[in-house]
């Protein structure tokens, strides 16, 4: 193929597009609470209005943060990171490790704390990752990662908080 100016727009108006669509298809996802039975449920605008808009698209439509925006990419205390809906510790900040992705990674979970599901969005099957106790959308899974599990778990700042030891 040619690479010429028609072609470039072309090839840009279509990401836009699928992009637009994408954005279209998450932001009207139903809640992820209605999914299964958690011990943490609330109505849609009960957990808008604690949440705020950002950290309500994630949580509660599976959304997904703009890379390197976090403020929790450069925390690098002890203590654990919780879900911003309904505080369960779900990482130790000592799982915590820099994957260059934009969002805080970890290579392992506290036990019991995350749930996975199927999430075939975006072109390709991923495992995502949710908070056990209310649904919360939390990021996905990922075998890229360091010893000693290889698994990267990518989370979304605005969905966890820390809280230092």
Not at 18 to 41: D, I, Q
Not at 69 to 88: I, K, M, N, Q, Y
Not at 136 to 160: A, M
């Amino acid at each position: 193929m040619k690479f010429d100016r028609r072609n470039f727009i072309f090839g840009g108006a279509t990401l836009l597009g699928l992009g637009g669509l994408g954005y279209l298809m998450r932001s009207t996802a139903p809640a992820v609470a209605s999914e299964g039975n958690f011990a943490v449920t609330m109505t849609d605008d009960e957990w808008r209005a604690k949440l705020g808009d950002a950290a309500y698209q994630v949580l509660r439509h599976e959304g997904t943060e703009r890379a390197f925006t976090s403020p929790l990419l450069d925390e690098h205390r002890v203590g654990v990171f919780a879900c911003a809906g309904c505080d369960l510790p779900l990482y130790n900040s000592d799982t915590k490790f820099e994957s260059g992705t934009g969002w805080p990674s970890f290579y392992t979970y506290i036990d019991g704390a995350l749930g996975t599901k199927v999430d075939n969005s975006l072109f390709g099957q991923r495992t995502e990752v949710h908070c056990s106790r209310c649904g919360g959308h939390q990021g996905h899974v990922f075998e890229d990662g360091p010893k000693p599990t290889g698994l990267r778990y990518c989370i979304n700042g605005v969905s966890v908080k820390f809280v230092a030891a």
